[in-house]
């Protein structure tokens, strides 16, 4: 088998059902900036970070092919025979409590903060405007998405918005604040 299949040489793409579309399509759009999401937490992991982190944003890189999967798949047609790859609430319960966990490890905010600090901790907070992104660009598909998988994405970015301040907060290195 290749790496290349000439099937999209003229703009489109299959979606999970086989309908093929554009590349360009709102859908395919969604599921690229979770893709690149992606990406940017696999840089993030190249990082000396915490093990705790770490695990956690593996973890999540294998969500996150899940919710591209569902993304991809507007008939509905793969979650009854892949479970493994359906985004549930237990999913987003898991992110609220990662949340709760970093957030109380460093102090609480009194003002915007600008993004920076360690390596990791901006490449987080890109992430997290990639997260951002993709929330944007998941809540207006026709036909509508799972709102489980809207819920992920929205606590993902608050997640990595308090990831970014642990790892900073761990090494020592002041936020910024905007004034």
């Known amino acids: 088998m290749t790496l290349y299949t000439r099937t999209g040489d003229g703009g489109e793409t299959s979606l999970f059902d086989g309908t093929r579309t554009r590349k360009d399509d709102a859908r395919v759009d969604a599921y690229g900036e979770v893709d690149e999401l992606h990406a940017w937490l696999g840089l993030v992991r190249t990082s000396p970070i915490d093990a705790d982190v770490d695990r956690a944003l593996l973890a999540i890189q294998r969500d996150l092919f899940a919710l591209g999967a569902q993304l991809a ?23 609220e409590s990662l949340i709760d966990r970093f957030d109380g490890e460093v102090p609480p905010l009194r003002r915007f903060i ?17 997260c951002r992104r993709a929330e944007r660009r998941m809540v207006g ?39």
């Open 114 to 130: 600008l993004a920076g600090g360690t390596p990791a901790a901006a490449a987080l907070h890109v992430a997290r405007t990639v």
């Open 141 to 179: 598909l026709q036909p509508p998405i799972d709102p489980v998988l809207v819920r992920y994405i929205n606590r993902l970015s608050d997640l990595l918005f308090a990831m970014a301040r642990y790892e900073n907060h761990r090494l020592g290195v002041a936020e910024t604040e905007w004034s």
């Open 73 to 95: 798949d507007p008939a509905e047609k793969l979650a009854p025979r892949v479970t493994r790859a359906v985004i549930a609430d237990d999913h987003v319960a898991r992110l």
